[in-house]
């Protein structure tokens, strides 16, 4: 086959897609390629050219006329896997020889390769069914490549590079399913979301990488502050909205320039998990306390943020924008270890349904518009969608999350997942659970920020007085009214508050929302 594209890299690319492979599998191929030979199918080790006396041209040039006959016993590395044993080497050249090419020649050599790699055991297999790039990569570097540093650092790098590749082709090649959409699973979407952040991995401020993340963040509409971030600000928590936005995955996640303020909306969506012996899942967000003493009492607010890029024995990697030097980097952690203030988890088996494709309407099916059943006692069916919440669709159809969570079983009404099909009673099968939640004035007030921190207060709480409790926007009585809690209602606080005198009024969040309610009348 005669190789097409402008550049080596989209001619390799082309090469192996045509042969069958996944493009999760032929982005991490060329992870390794790229980490190799840079795509250069002449490529003489670096460190031989001095040793040999030859450059890349000159010894390619000299190997095909004859004049140098020790190609195959030298030990440097050559072509676009830098082939290296002898016997693989006289073996590239037998291959040449035999189609009268010359040793340097792109498609030989990719032909050459295709025969190494499907000699070795499970590859094939790997890079035609792949489901993440860094699976395939790392197959490839401790079974086909075998450099000598096989460390986490090289395979991240590998894997970085293939995403680069992946970026740039993988739509184009990637033919969609039934309907148009492209399947994705949740481990799928997380994977590709370490990747993206690995990928970043040696970026120094101000560098091109650095900037791609200061572009994807700032062309990220509505922009989190309402401007943009600088090249001198720091930028973990932007690195890690850039690796969500760029994943696809923002309205699951939010994005912000702030960590502390990036805790509080995981709080408000429902995937903040406060907990040091968590053990997080790849895609996961880490939030650092650099105030923690190690007791599991943080005594400060978020100060640094990562991505969890590995998890495995207790241990996690994390990929962190603005480490020392404003660089990206790794962090080694062990779970339940010091400085872990908690935990941003969020909802990648929805994501990655809304990501493939899967119908999720912005209206209820039955009926077409949201209104109260009629006393018939027929059902319908409402399927959630990103940003829903229980009490937010109850009160669409008139009636109580509390009646919708016991009418479909739902054992926590804060946790509904994109694409749950929702049963709404009729009027003779509804319950008459009395609402707890008023509404006064929904989302158009913002909750005022905590002043105070104490992990003391942390924890789960219920509304102890029987004619109700008023949450409201801040702390006192002359705060707006956001809604009434009715007694038995049970409300979460992180830890934050704010004062009136001596009488705390905690920051909690209950069935999607947020505000302040007097401590003293919980329990």
């Avoid at 080596?8 to 069958?20: D, F, P, S």
């Avoid at 390794?32 to 390619?60: H, V, W």
């Avoid at 993988?170 to 799928?188: D, F, N, R, S, V």
């Avoid at 690796?243 to 995955?249: E, F, P, Q, R, V």
Wanted: proline content about 3%; hydrophobic content about 35%.
């Amino acid at each position: 086959m005669s190789l097409t594209g402008k550049s080596n890299e989209q001619k390799i690319w082309n090469y192996l897609i045509a042969k069958g492979l996944s493009p999760y599998g032929a982005a991490g191929l060329m992870g390794n390629i790229q980490a190799e030979s840079g795509f250069s199918p002449k490529n003489l080790q670096n460190s031989y050219e001095k040793k040999l006396g030859y450059t890349d041209t000159t010894y390619t040039a000299a190997v095909d006329d004859g004049s140098y006959t020790n190609f195959a016993h030298d030990s440097a590395g050559y072509g676009l896997c830098q082939w290296t044993y002898w016997s693989r080497k006289q073996a590239l050249l037998e291959k040449a020889k035999s189609v009268k090419k010359s040793v340097g020649d792109m498609e030989t050599q990719l032909d050459f390769m295709m025969s190494e790699l499907a000699g070795y055991k499970g590859m094939m297999d790997i890079l035609k069914n792949a489901s993440t790039i860094r699976e395939a990569s790392d197959f490839v570097l401790l079974n086909f490549e075998r450099p000598a540093d096989q460390s986490e650092n090289a395979k991240i790098k590998r894997a970085g590079f293939g995403q680069s590749v992946y970026d740039k082709y993988a739509k184009t090649a990637t033919a969609p399913q039934t309907g148009g959409a492209t399947t994705m699973t949740e481990q799928q979407l997380r994977q590709n979301v370490a990747d993206i952040i690995s990928g970043w991995i040696g970026s120094k401020r101000g560098d091109a990488k650095h900037l791609e993340i200061l572009n994807i963040y700032n062309n990220h509409k509505p922009l989190a502050r309402g401007y943009k971030v600088q090249v001198n600000d720091a930028h973990c928590a932007t690195t890690t909205s850039a690796a969500y936005i760029k994943a696809g995955m923002a309205d699951f996640t939010g994005t912000e320039c702030g960590v502390e303020k990036y805790v509080e909306i995981a709080m408000k969506k429902g995937i903040w998990v406060e907990d040091d012996a968590h053990v997080p899942k790849i895609g996961e967000a880490t939030v650092y306390d650099w105030q923690d003493n190690g007791k599991g009492d943080n005594t400060g607010n978020g100060d640094h943020i990562g991505i969890v890029i590995k998890s495995a024995n207790g241990k996690f990697t994390v990929a962190e924008g603005n480490m020392s030097g404003g660089k990206v980097g790794t962090r080694e952690m062990t779970v339940n270890g010091r400085y872990i203030r908690g935990f941003i988890c969020p909802d990648f088996a929805a994501a990655a349904k809304a990501l493939s494709g899967v119908a999720v309407p912005t209206t209820p099916t039955t009926p077409t518009s949201p209104q109260p059943e009629t006393s018939t006692g027929s059902e319908a069916v409402y399927v959630v969608k990103a940003g829903d919440t229980l009490s937010g669709i109850a009160a669409k159809y008139g009636t109580t999350y509390q009646a919708l969570a016991s009418y479909n079983g739902i054992a926590n009404p804060n946790i509904i997942r994109v694409g749950q099909k929702i049963r709404i009673p009729g009027k003779s099968t509804a319950t008459t659970t009395p609402q707890t939640a008023k509404p006064n004035t929904p989302a158009t007030v913002k909750p005022e920020a905590a002043m105070y921190f104490d992990k003391a207060q942390a924890r789960t709480y219920t509304v102890a007085s029987s004619s109700g409790l008023n949450m409201r926007s801040g702390a006192g009585t002359g705060k707006t009214l956001l809604t009434t809690l009715a007694y038995g209602t049970k409300v979460t606080c992180y830890g934050y508050y704010n004062k009136v005198g001596s009488t705390i009024w905690l920051y909690v969040a209950v069935n999607g929302m947020t505000g302040y309610v007097c401590k003293n009348y919980l329990k």
